[in-house]
């Protein structure tokens, strides 16, 4: 519910002052709506002070003695538990609290109830794990990426001391949303494509979410065997992929070297990157990641190529193609040179002996310096 609440949050303030006023009085009535429905007087206010948005203060009202009468019920039933009951009953009592302390929009107390039950001396290591994984999901709402770090490394080493299967795949996905928030698009590809047969966190994000953030991300990062052997062909990919026609045509276009197509795909999945909260961030970069992964993929296939006939397959003019393989170029991001005069593009193949060469070289001098400082240091 969070993250849904979150992505609503996130496409309003993507339309701006300027979006369009329909559009803007849709999500703001859908928002406010959740708010309504899950009792959140805390993100209520909150929100609607960072929006500008009237203030229905007997709603708030409302909103705030429904709070106040669950907390002191959780509360008077973890006291009930604690001298009737036993621990476990306890601990549940302990994450109901937490869980409604997050659901309401108190993310700084729901954080200080879960630290409450994995500071408990008795909580087994699986309960820890979960109140580990809980915080990160109230952590992925609001994206506070250095607390989320801490948390995740955290239900890791348990995982790795007392977690089960189910435990370690969900974690993958966790790791791979604070990862994409983080700006590791390589990283987060790789957890992405470990969970596509095995997904099963539907706490954070639908399947087919995932499948568009594992396609919009493995383009960049697979080789062109292993993304038809990983996600061409494979039968989970298969079965979700119609519903997302854009990536679709993203990546098979690339595989099947279409490249105008392929271009025109990175038009038509760019406002889908735009309104996903853990892909906005990353447009200028993905755009650029995927021009320079088509602009590679084509020139491998030739020693040299007329810059118009190049210009031709990827549906842009020659001036704007000149332009870009000029960039990329200059930004060693393509092994190539234009010849201007004869309209040419000559690729350059990588010397790999002479650039091993230069890495033993480069080593050597680090060596050398390294042993001189502590010859240095011992003389004296």
């Known amino acids: 519910m969070l993250m849904e609440l979150g992505k609503l949050i996130h496409n309003y303030e993507r339309q701006g002052a300027d979006g369009d006023a329909s559009t803007l009085s849709e999500l703001q009535q859908s928002i406010v709506k959740t708010f309504k429905d899950n009792d ?16 229905d203060e007997a709603l708030l009202a409302e909103l705030k003695r429904k709070n106040d009468e669950e907390l002191v019920a959780i509360e008077n039933k973890i006291t009930d538990a604690g001298i009737n009951a036993g621990d476990m009953e306890v601990l549940d009592g302990m994450f109901s609290k937490a869980r409604y302390q997050a659901k309401i929009g108190q993310f700084d107390a729901s954080l200080q109830t879960y630290d409450a039950i994995i500071a408990k001396p008795k909580t087994v290591t699986g309960k820890k794990i979960d109140a580990n994984m809980e915080k990160a999901r109230v952590l992925l709402f609001t994206l506070d990426t250095n607390a989320l770090k801490k948390t995740i490394d955290e239900a890791k080493k348990l995982n790795e001391t007392g977690g089960d299967w189910d435990r370690r795949n969900r974690l993958k996905v966790y790791e791979a949303l604070y990862l994409l928030a983080a700006r590791d698009v390589k990283g987060a590809a790789a957890l992405l494509l470990d969970c596509v047969a ?44 119609r519903e997302l026609p854009a990536a679709q ?13 392929f271009f025109d795909g990175i ?63 200059a930004a060693g991001r393509l092994n190539a040179k234009i010849d201007k005069v ?20 480069k080593k050597g001098d680090n060596l050398l310096n390294q042993i001189q400082r502590l010859v240095r240091v011992i003389d004296v």
């Open 40 to 55: 959140m007087a805390v993100l209520y206010a909150n929100v609607s002070e960072k929006f500008g948005w009237d203030v």
């Open 198 to 241: 095995t997904f099963t966190c539907t706490e954070l994000i639908t399947y087919t979410q995932f499948i568009f953030l594992t396609l919009v991300t493995t383009v960049i990062t697979l080789s062109r065997t292993d993304l038809r052997k990983k996600i061409i062909v494979d039968p989970q990919v298969i079965s979700v992929i």
């Open 249 to 261: 045509k993203l990546v098979w276009s690339i595989y099947n070297c279409k490249y105008q197509d």
């Open 267 to 329: 038009v038509e999945v760019l406002p889908d990157l735009q309104a996903d909260r853990f892909t906005h961030h990353l447009v200028p970069y993905l755009v650029r990641e995927y021009r320079v992964l088509a602009y590679v993929q084509f020139l491998q296939a030739y020693k040299s190529v007329m810059l118009s006939s190049m210009a031709a397959s990827f549906g842009i003019t020659a001036t704007l193609l000149d332009g870009e393989l000029s960039r990329f170029i």
């Open 342 to 361: 004869g309209d040419i593009v000559e690729t350059r193949r990588p010397d790999r002996k002479n650039a091993q060469y230069q890495e033993v070289i």
